[in-house]
């Protein structure tokens, strides 16, 4: 299984952001997929997690409403769609695959894409 995530960059308070996930080497039915990230000197935090099979999401409370998660099946691609950023969203952004339903701990997923990062600038 390999992930590559893409579409971090250097953006302006207040700006969106949408960061993809190509995910290829398995048929990822029964599968979930999600999104974590890394600031300096803490820990890997959970942002949100999508079935593949249903769609179904679950977010952190603490990105709700800012932050969505989506999947194209056919494509193997899933999206993190960031709104209203922050200069707190500064950080190493993952995607993440594991087997059966979505889970908030990373310890529980079994692959990770490279990561890529966000910098946002007030």
């Known amino acids: 299984v390999q992930l590559q995530a893409s579409g971090g960059g250097l953006v302006q308070a207040g700006d969106s952001l949408r960061l993809s996930c190509a995910a290829s080497?398995?048929?990822?039915?029964?599968?979930?997929m999600g999104w974590f990230r890394q600031a300096p000197g803490s820990e890997r935090e959970f942002l949100a997690t999508?079935?593949?099979?249903?769609?179904?999401?679950y977010y952190a409370d603490s990105v709700k409403g800012r932050f969505t998660i989506s999947r194209d099946s056919a494509a193997n691609t899933v999206w993190l769609q960031i709104n209203s950023l922050k200069p707190e969203d500064t950080a190493v952004y993952y995607c993440?695959?594991?087997?059966?339903?979505?889970?908030?701990?990373?310890?529980?997923?079994?692959?990770w894409g490279q990561g890529t990062q966000v910098t946002v600038s007030s």
């Open positions: 993440a695959a594991r087997q059966g339903i979505g889970a908030s701990r990373p310890g529980l997923y079994d692959y």
């Open positions: 080497g398995v048929t990822f039915s029964r599968w979930a």
């Open positions: 999508v079935s593949w099979t249903s769609g179904a999401t």
